[in-house]
């Protein structure tokens, strides 16, 4: 037992412990990392829990630098001061309104926005260069438009459906997204919990804030989890996490293949993120990243930008898990994916937080299944070779227009999260009711029975491709100054 | 007669008693309703008043539950106080402009807006899901251009035209909406009055405040008016309704086609819209439905979702009346409807109600228009089969874009009722001279004498289908926080 | 010589006299106009100075009605009282900025806007119905683009040209715009001046606030004018003022042909325009109409709806002038204008002010060219039947992009009344001025010495006809109620 | 040594004398030229200093004129009052954010736009007509879409290339623009600094405020420089200035050729910016030119608006350097170069200063390669006849969609421009380093490990050519004023 006047004096680079959850380490090879060095020789849980899973100190860290539990009594307590914007903020969250209020997806961003720290927002909401792929992925739904047809008994309908060979109760994955904790204290868990409840399946991100074993654990008996991976450079590490993934029942393996660097976002970037990004400590294990280049180059030091096609056959060898491609941006490569054998791709654009002005997952859809067809023979939804889309989609009528367009399923990742970052478990839960009434309602209105009457005639995506409206340049537009007209005497305005 | 004092006391639901225009009934069977629950044993005329037809209960209650009249003296004055802001809408209404100031049918509902209690705005502005298909509706209108003739002696014009078969002074008819008494007392009866006066055909709704019989019997001899009507799972009941306005003299049976179920519509449901529906009471005569689903599943228990194609026989069993089919929304079910020998379609979206991003009525018409010429050596307007077209119509000139392009006759709903929500019988008159000025006008400058010289070159309609521009999401909209600039030192805002 | 007391005394409907500049006359037969019952018995030079010409009353009523001069110390002098909203205009007029600050077209609207009395702006800047026409007019330009050619010897430029036979500095004439004595006291003959400096042709409006004989009278000898008609029922008054026009030298004749009606213009009917319309008292000789259907049934009774393409032969009976049918609005007319043996057409739309939804004039001039070159063989521009077009230009690269297309001169008709309604003849002078250095400028870097090398080839036209994005339909857009997300507690705004 | 008395005295038209540098010259003949006469018998060093070139007087004004040094006691102390605005302005200047909060291209103007003086920021953000150009410039590129490659190694990306055979480490160069000590007292030697360090090329303009031999004398051993040129009416100063170029080892020179005669910028005008433009004073050596006609009218007198294809054999028989046409907008210009023997062309519209409604470089970029290949079989990019573009261009992305359409590289002009307003010569270095950085993203995203690898595949600009959606016309736009709808009484706002 260590007292808490022993680990303060390790407070240097020479020297470096911490504590988290009373347990006691030695950090000195991580030191310049500020962050770190910032809770020498004092408890850093409070940081470190939001944003680490729990078991990547113990994970990463070689045996002997776990020193061993602290006296509790003589740890110094850190005094938090609370900031007037922290209360205001605490404020905003006990007037959240309740959960019945809550009407669709956008409202759980809507609250999620006022309530979560400013950072965890920027982190969740930003996107790349000027953000224009992520506003479009909402917006080419929008260029969609439908053909119901009427006069059908819709007494019964029933969205619900298979994906890659599991029952789903409707056509809408989990998707990954990465820190659940900067938002709720159970992080990706609220997801675990919600799709177990509702039959919804989760993909697992490489880079949760909970630990995959958490995750794994969380689930019920017979609840069908993905995983989603960032291959790393040191494919040992690699082989590992998909070996242990395989090993507890996750089923299909979808592999991020538009990430060999991570992306520029802006937002974020204005936001100082201080945090480490977890995929440093408890997947790469580097040490004493070069910062100074910026987080993306840092964090691209454990992503591999070599990961290429060859990499494949590996893949196969070391997992019998379904492999999709997740990411894929046109059709030549949706193609080159079918004949290399995977189960699948998901058309993707990472949210729009990788490349600027890359099209919709929507949009590369509808010349996947053209080409696919013309050049395979394929036809869509199709069990051997299954089509996903993500990003942007907030209402079931979206889903509706993918599956109508060849889709197998639709992965929806930021509402769910903020659904959680508002309400935890049940703000999930509720999300998930929100898109069942939704796709009651307009299977109804569509005049489909089930998912495969939901066919292509039932959209005009004759718009879809047009990008003649674009998202607003919003710092283009703000430097621009507006043309002035001759003016009164005595009422001249700076030009 | 029964004293005040005995009533109050059925005040559970155990035993539910309530006072309507001084008689008494005994509404137990109904209790689970709140809304019910809260008048127990109390008079509850002035709630029941403007969402319920006078007969509703009369109608639905078994003799046996009417209880007789109550002494009135002896029942307890409800003290209802007037809130601030209805004070405000009293002065705002005392403080109407004058008929004269009102110049077109934008008026009506700038006025309406204003002088309307907040929830009879909300349930009568709003539309399903982001409202997207309730703006393009009359967007659509203003993707066609004319193309009009000159040098034609337009001394006299005339714009009257013939309904199936039914005179009407312009190319318009009173399209059904409900819940006419939330915005004006005389509800419904306001536009049989005006329609009267100036030769218009209404269409009476299923769901009108005012009693089918009161409607009709407030029109003139020879008159002509529709029934809308939505099925109801007991087709006894329907039967019985549509029978009955046949033996009233009714001319013509539209039936819905596109709510097989009714749309959520968010506006409303924010407004916590308390009243009960007046077809869960006077039309389906169901009990304590389960509200905890939400008033649209509620309603829908009421609808049948079962409806379909072979439903049509046996309307043609039981009516005489011609049958269209209100709500088609694509050629292929125009053409259906066609062969299945109904006397016409409504091309329409339930003003933008039902199911987003269904495409207007207007744009539907020209791909109907084609196919029906293609299929079946059909051309328009067709006296055998009539083309209609409603929602988004604000001017003689969009009436006159859908002539043009083979409509026999457009509907036009939300302005009538606007029109008397803001001036009762008087609006609705205005209302109708507003268009004819509109017509007269338009018909000389378009240089077409009658409507037969309305023709498809008068409009140029190929920017129609295009949705490159859409109404703006305003919840997606709402929750993008746009880009930030770098910033001088001390004027950093929260990002 | 009368008595003010005399006159006085006839200040009723049944001896209604006026005095207007010192002298009396008996307008009984007008009673029923309100306007003219105000000054019944009393001084109606101010309110009638501005909007008649001075002759009308001399021309129109019959010599005994002239009740001569009044004694001047006599007449009770009526006191107007200047409003503070009319000296916050003066003091707007005293601090217009210098000419010099003038830089282009918009500017001197910009000025005018500001400095005309409200009524005069309402009524020139008004069009009809949602002003959708008004605003595409201008904006039709901006779908065209310039495909500019370079390394020509640009030293010397030329952008001169002959209009109808006649020279005119620039491929523009000054077109009709009515009541010019509302904007200046000086009215239309600020553009007779101004046109004779810079050798500039002048259409003279049938509705000008100064007579006819006055703005020819202005004219430098040698001065081209011509002449815009509104044909009245009456066809001697008509013959009468075309015969009168040739014998004072006009050019032209330019008949209106989009004007079967005067248009609905709300901005101008909700000012409550009192004046009456010149036309009825100077032109019509019309007696007591029915002002209680509106400005617009009133004027039209004047204007020959009746007007056809039967009449052309008698107008080439009456005179020699060249014709040209203004408002000529798809290529089937202009054509038939064609083959009727026309001098030429005018493609336009009336400024906006007639049939809202009329293409732009730019926009028609393209299928013009197409079909005549197609179906007459002719090629454009064409000296034997020449194709103008007007409406919502404001810079010489509109202008150039219209001569490229085929036209042979632009009428700018608002953009020359802002001009002298904001500084008079010079004002007119310096729009001219602008123009011309806009001239040079543009076909320098066009590399176009002379408006011949102004070609097709110059522009990309291929968006014009897009109407995908169309001007924003403001009382519609006030009236939609912007879809409300779920608000915190206590921050709840009315929907 | 004279004294600041006597230079004093000569402070008229008839005998004007100024100070310099402590150095008084004699300008009378410049006489007329009110700004030089403001400063008569004056030390003007400091309105001097910022537009010319430090060797404009020595080289321009004939030794007779130059009278030697003042005594430096003597002169009086001309005490410059300093604004609240300037003030103000440098209180900005101090609050500068650290360069490190710099993120992207649009953050240097977002900082000059607030640092610069106002006249300044007016002369470099100006550009012609209502800068609807200008803006497309930028939004063209939002009108092209990726298309990205997956799986590639990606862990080498190479964006370096090859300019007219000079190596460039981005496929980006510094693009001519002018007065560049507007906005910073060392002007354009910060871009020579910067682009010495980073390996990129840097284009001398011809209206430097630096002169041109302190910006060759800046630059490193074996840095490569371009030279951009006005072509003098007067071919014996361009001939000079040409081979001094090629003698100071300049290579390349790019011929201006869209601009005859220099635009009307609003803006700068409205600013009535009061400085001789250098050009008049170091180039033409025109004396009392008419400034009555304005600034473009004055200095069209030193440009040759005569400059013409049949020059182009004199330019390459008095230089060895490469020429390339800068200013080409059509695909026929861009062939007759080609035909004509010329090494390239830069599509470009002069930053959108020229013509209004010219297209976009990049929009060009597309006819010249299509027509390029159709009629002499070129590809692109292509050694022996380079297409570069400029204009708009704000991010790597950009860039990258230029060269996939074939461009060779891209001229970046007001970016760099800004960033030494903002930063000095540390702000050239880091937007440079931002373009690296965004260029290494960009291309591991797009799956190209070099430039060759960036191909027309990865784009889609099949929207390019769309004008449907227009920058907004500010000046119209204000002018227009809103549909008003009825309002209640009481509430009646001015129309």
New interface residues.
């Given amino acids: 037992m260590l007292s808490g006047k022993t680990v303060a004096e390790h407070n240097t680079r020479e020297s470096c412990w911490i504590i988290v959850h009373g347990k006691v380490y030695d950090v000195t090879e991580f030191f310049g990392r500020k962050i770190i060095l910032k809770y020498a020789g004092k408890d850093a849980t409070q940081e470190y829990e939001p944003i680490h899973p729990p078991d990547a100190i113990t994970t990463n860290l070689p045996p002997e630098k776990h020193l061993g539990p602290v006296e509790p009594d003589t740890v110094e307590k850190v005094v938090v001061e609370i900031s007037d914007e922290e209360k205001a903020r605490q404020e ?1 969250i006990s ?3 309740s959960l019945d ?4 997806l ?2 759980f ?3 999620a ?2 309530v979560l720290p ?1 950072k965890a927002w ?1 982190y969740y ?1 930003s996107a790349s ?4 792929t992520l ?1 479009d992925n ?2 080419a739904y ?14 019964k309908v029933d969205w619900s459906t298979t994906i890659l060979g599991h029952k789903s109760s409707m056509p809408v994955y989990i998707s990954a997204t990465a820190l659940g904790k900067l938002g709720h204290p159970d992080g990706e868990l609220n997801l675990t919990r919600a799709a177990a409840k509702y039959g919804v399946i989760q993909m697992i991100p490489t880079l949760a804030s909970c630990s995959f074993d958490e995750i794994v654990d969380t689930a019920q008996p017979g609840q069908v989890q993905f995983f989603q991976l960032y291959v790393n450079k040191d494919r040992a590490i690699t082989k590992k996490l998909v070996q242990h993934a395989e090993s507890r029942g996750v089923k299909a393996l979808f592999i991020t ?2 990430a ?2 991570l ?2 976002r ?2 974020d ?3 100082k993120f201080e945090a480490e990004d977890p995929s440093v400590v408890s997947k790469s294990g580097s040490q004493g990243v070069d910062r100074s280049q ?1 987080a ?1 180059r840092a964090i691209s030091s454990f992503i ?6 060859d ?2 056959d590996w893949f196969k060898s070391i997992t019998k898990m379904p492999i999709i ?1 997740k ?4 059709w ?2 949706a193609l ?1 994916a079918y004949d290399a054998g995977v189960a699948g791709v998901v058309l993707s654009n990472h949210g729009g937080r ?6 919709s997952g929507i949009e590369v859809l509808v010349e996947v299944v053209v080409n696919l067809k013309e050049k395979r023979g394929l036809s869509f939804p199709n069990e051997k070779f299954a089509l996903f889309v993500d990003g942007g989609v ?2 079931a ?1 979206d889903v509706l ?1 993918a599956v109508a367009l060849g889709a197998t399923a639709v992965g929806v990742g930021r509402p769910f999260l903020y659904s959680f970052c508002a309400y935890g478990t049940e703000g999930v839960e509720k999300a998930i009711k929100i898109l069942h ?2 796709f ?3 299977m ?3 005049g489909a029975r089930t998912l495969k009457e939901v066919v292509p ?1 039932m959209v ?1 995506a ?2 879809l ?6 998202p607003r ?4 537009a ?14 001249k305005a ?2």
């Avoid at 209020?101 to 669709?104: A, G, K, M, T, V």
């Avoid at 491709?465 to 674009?470: A, K």
Wanted: charged share 35%; hydrophobic share 30%.
């Fill in positions: 905003r007037n959240r309104p209020e809550i009407l669709n956008h409202d961003e809507a609250i926005k006022q400013e920027a909401s260069d000027d953000e224009i506003r909402h917006a929008h260029r969609i438009w439908f053909r119901p047809r009427i006069l059908r008994d819709v007494t293949v538009d060999p660097q992306g520029r802006e937002k970037m204005r936001m910026g993306a591999d930008p070599g990961l290429n096609w990499d494949l491609l990411g894929v941006q046109c030549e490569d080159q990788q490349l600027d002005f890359s099209r907030r209402r009528t227009k009434d939704e009651e309602m307009n109804r209105l569509l005639e005009d004759s718009n491709q047009s990008h003649t409206v674009v340049d919003d710092l283009y703000n430097n621009y100054e507006s043309m002035k007209y001759a003016q009164l005497k005595g009422s700076k030009l």
